[in-house]
């Protein structure tokens, strides 16, 4: 586990974190499908099509642009390292800056997966079946057991 992250004490964690939060996450994406307007989520699913799929494009150029901050502050951090002998505080402020952009790395991407997950939603694609896609990419040793597959005529659609 993440240095960064943590599980309240008096709870059980689950098998699969990031399993458990992605299925909970669409749950209530599909739950939404029935409230009111006051929804983001409600307005992404039945408002005009362009709204969520320029929200994943411009999401995913935000992780694209968080990702290259990261670049930059771990350049600075590596210059100080080597250069800045003596001076720590340089060197532990730098630090702080790659943290800091990390962060936002993930915060960005975080807004990515909810919005394709909106967009998967809205175009009727369960998790069950985006797990498909996956799997068929991978191969017969990489594949967990009992994994979900995509029929034949389904596979490689996209291309
Ligand atoms: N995970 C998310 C989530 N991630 C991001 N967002 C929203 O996505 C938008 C991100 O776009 P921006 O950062 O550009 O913010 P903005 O300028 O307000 O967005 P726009 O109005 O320009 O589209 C913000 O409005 C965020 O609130 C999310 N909205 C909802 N969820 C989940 O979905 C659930 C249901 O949300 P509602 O439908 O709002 O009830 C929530 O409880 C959350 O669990």
């Known amino acids: 586990m993440s240095e960064k992250t943590y599980v309240p004490e008096g709870e059980v964690a689950p098998s699969s974190q990031i399993a458990t939060t992605i299925e909970a996450l669409a749950a209530t994406i599909r739950a939404r499908r029935d409230a009111g307007e006051e929804s983001y989520t409600h307005q992404l699913l039945y408002g005009p ?3 969520p799929l320029k929200k994943v ?3 995913a150029g935000e992780v694209g642009l968080a990702a290259k901050d990261v670049e930059s502050e771990l ?3 590596r210059a100080m390292e080597h250069h800045a002998h003596g001076h720590e505080a340089l060197v532990a402020a730098a630090g702080e800056r790659v943290d800091a952009c990390t962060d936002h790395l993930r915060y960005e991407a975080a807004d990515v997966v909810y919005h ?3 967009v ?3 175009y009727g694609i369960d998790l069950d079946e985006f797990a498909a896609e996956l799997n068929e990419r991978m191969t017969d040793e990489e594949r967990p057991s009992g994994a979900v597959r995509l029929k034949q005529g389904h596979v490689k659609r996209g291309k």
Do not use: G, I, P, S
Request: glycine share 0%; hydrophobic share 60%.
């Open 49 to 51: 099509a362009d709204k």
């Open 120 to 122: 998967l939603e809205r």
């Open 57 to 59: 494009m411009e999401e």
């Open 116 to 118: 394709l997950l909106v």
């Open 75 to 77: 350049v600075m951090l």
